[in-house]
């Protein structure tokens, strides 16, 4: 007879991951709308190289050069998000500031000069690798499944961390999805953690 506690674990990860995510969504797109009817969150772009715009490392994930641009990363944001927050919010959250962080230095580092990078498809690249390699991080099989799952969905997506698009900003997919693989050996679960709940979701 299943434990009721554990389906009420289960539940309450699922509708705390889901919430999360379409919070997030919402968030994204209510800035999309100031910013294109307004034109006041502009300056939160980052440009490379320069030490002022290190304050725009976080903000830029959360802007969009255009409704098109918010679109292409939407889906993939709310799937990819919505997996790696059902083994927990707290952990989510650090995971998803490390690919921020790891991401944005990167782009700050590397990008063209005279360029202005905005999006959330860092931060996509940035779950995508966390995803793929936390199963083997964790020695975890459901985690295995799951990243052989989001290989097969995303798995083309990761042509993007080559420089083929002059307008896109393949430096933040690459150093988003290396801050994802770090994030993935930064937060691994504890082994009495892996051990006492082998379904975390």
């Known amino acids: 007879m299943p434990d009721s506690s554990i389906d009420r674990n289960a539940v309450g990860r699922i509708k705390a991951a889901a919430a999360l995510m379409l919070g997030w969504l919402a ?79 990167g782009v700050w580092l590397t990008a063209a000069d005279n360029s202005v990078t905005a999006g959330a498809s860092g931060v996509v690249f940035g779950l995508l690798g966390y995803l793929l390699v936390r199963g083997f991080v964790n020695r975890s099989m459901v985690d295995i499944v799951v990243g052989v799952l989001v290989l097969v969905m995303y798995g083309s997506a990761l042509w993007g961390v080559l420089p083929t698009n002059p307008t896109v900003s393949w430096q933040g997919h690459l150093f988003g999805l290396i801050g994802g693989v770090v994030a993935a050996f930064m937060f691994r679960r504890p082994k009495r953690e892996i051990s006492a709940g082998a379904v975390r979701y």
């Open 27 to 105: 968030l994204l797109w209510v800035l999309e709308a100031v910013g294109s009817a307004t034109g006041a969150l502009d300056t939160y772009g980052l440009s490379p190289r320069d030490l002022g715009e290190l304050r725009d490392v976080i903000p830029m994930a959360f802007l969009h050069h255009g409704f098109d641009h918010l679109m292409a990363n939407s889906v993939p944001l709310l799937v990819l998000g919505f997996l790696a927050a059902l083994s927990g919010v707290g952990r989510f959250l650090r995971v998803v500031l490390t690919i921020m962080v790891v991401g944005g230095l």
